[in-house]
């Protein structure tokens, strides 16, 4: 009997941390959790307390040891024709083709040049005739690649760094949580030899590895984040733009592929269409995100929630969207709450008004529209959107219009004022005015500011660096 809290771990390590099954190489047989326990149980057992000592963190010492004595390589790939099946494998089918051939090859690789003797692939790895081993799989599997000793990318049209903008591999959903998770990864061309001479390819300063700036230059992922990847929800907005050209088979893996990412968990239901599950996606990362990339996006918004268009409909809105200063300091948490009256938010809410032309025939659904603001002297903000109310075919404007912006922070200190950076972002919002005789019918249910869809981002400049706002201007809206 090994030593009690090394045995916790290793407990802990094999039920929440690998792969619900890994191929062993020795026997080419796929062993499940409680198999790979009682294989490794007497190398975990031999672990002692000169093994461990750690002069700072004891539990990061027995976490190497057991990563150390149970080591798996991962595949990150694109199918081919004849891939092994889970049922190939426990029948202990062999064939021939390519996925067979790919296989092969990279288990190879894995045992000779990285020493392991269990390997996983998401071909052969997976019984995909289970739904709750499939739904397992796809929600940890990011942790699985984070959690593997090597990471083997196979490019099956590449023969050098230079084919790197034509390979599928790179345009694909998953792929990019296979690129981010891994902490060690090596990238093999078509013929499996390595496309670099380093045994590990995004471990060493990017100035010593051409290849990172290749892939940079392919997916605007910057080497610090391809070297040093931190999961969780934040830089939403500059995130969703390395998914936003990215294609999945099934629509509604655009956004299952990116939990691991933000480190979010959703269910996963195929049929439910790729807009709401990236809705349900975007509203778990504002469960727990204080940011406001989250809403920094312009377009089409998501066609799920009746009476709200704060939604995204996918990565793409986020694409050309303007930086902030992140960096701007606040003492208090963002709230953002779905009701049913639509995103509970706070904004700072400026009232413009609108400046455009009525040009004939009047309409009251344009495509353009100019508005001045008063409060920070802006005679000329125009704003594209597909259509939104601007003009009554009389001539005269039902609406209210107002700018909430999204990226203002609060003073540290008892006045708490909302504090705007230089470089502002705002969304156009729109209620009716309410007239006497309109608003016994409708102000009810039609008082509530409304998002705007617009073509286009809305930001703007202070003069000052730095502009302090006043306290009533901080509005709680549903849009």
């Known amino acids: ?161 230079d084919q790197f903008h034509n390979d599928e591999w790179f345009t694909r959903g998953w792929t990019l949580r296979e ?73 509604e893996d655009v956004a299952y592929s990116l939990m691991g990412i933000f480190d979010v968990s959703i269910p996963i239901a195929y049929g439910e269409g790729a807009q709401r599950a990236f809705f349900r996606l975007v509203e778990a990362i504002m469960q727990v995100s204080n940011e406001p990339g989250v809403l920094n996006w312009a377009g089409k918004p998501a066609q799920i ?14 694409l050309g969207h303007p930086h902030y200063d992140r960096s701007l300091a606040t003492d208090e948490k963002r709230e953002f709450a779905l009701t049913n009256r639509g995103l509970r938010i706070q904004l700072l809410v400026i009232p413009i008004d609108l400046v455009t032309t009525l040009i004939p025939p009047a309409t009251s659904i344009q495509d353009r529209a100019t508005f001045r603001c008063n409060a920070f002297k802006m005679n000329g903000l125009t704003i594209e959107g597909p259509s939104f109310p601007v003009l009554e075919r009389t001539g005269t404007n039902r609406y209210a219009y107002s700018l909430g912006i999204i990226n203002y922070a609060m003073i540290q200190g008892e006045s708490k004022d909302p504090v705007l950076p230089k470089s502002c972002i705002a969304y156009l919002l729109v209620r009716l005015k309410g007239t006497r005789s309109f608003a016994k019918i409708v102000l009810s249910v039609c008082n509530d500011w409304k998002k705007v869809e617009t073509k286009t981002f809305i930001a703007f400049n202070l003069p000052q660096d730095y502009t302090v706002a006043k306290r009533n201007l901080l509005t709680t809206v549903w849009i």
């Not at 799989?137 to 023969?159: K, P, Q, V």
């Not at 910057?222 to 998914?243: C, E, H, I, K, Y």
């Not at 929630?305 to 986020?318: D, E, G, K, N, V």
């Open 179 to 251: 690129l981010l998770a891994p902490r060690k990864i090596r990238f093999f061309r078509k013929d499996w030899i390595p496309l670099t001479n380093y045994t590990i390819d995004k471990d060493r300063p990017a100035a010593d590895q051409p290849i990172l700036d290749i892939i940079t230059e392919v997916t605007g992922i910057s080497s610090q984040d391809l070297q040093a990847f931190v999961p969780g929800p934040f830089q939403v907005d500059t995130r969703m733009v390395w998914a936003a050209d990215r294609k999945t088979t099934r629509s």
């Open 1 to 161: 009997m090994g030593l009690r809290d090394v045995e916790d771990a290793f407990n802990r390590y094999i039920f929440d941390e690998v792969p619900v099954r890994l191929l062993y190489l020795p026997q080419m047989k796929l062993l499940e959790r409680d198999s790979l326990k009682r294989l490794y149980q007497p190398h975990i057992d031999h672990i002692t307390e000169a093994d461990l000592n750690h002069p700072i963190d004891r539990s990061a010492a027995i976490g190497g040891k057991i990563r150390e004595q149970l080591k798996y390589g991962i595949l990150s790939h694109r199918w081919l024709s004849l891939e092994p099946s889970f049922q190939d494998i426990m029948s202990g089918k062999t064939l021939d083709g390519p996925g067979w051939d790919k296989l092969r090859e990279f288990c190879r690789v894995a045992n000779k040049v990285y020493g392991v003797e269990l390997v996983w692939s998401d071909t052969c790895c997976i019984d995909k005739t289970s739904s709750s081993e499939l739904d397992e799989s796809l929600r940890c599997m990011f942790r699985w690649y984070r959690n593997a000793h090597i990471c083997i990318a196979y490019l099956a049209e590449t023969t050098s760094i």
């Open 305 to 318: 929630h009746r009476l709200s268009t704060a939604f995204p409909s996918a990565p793409a809105c986020y």
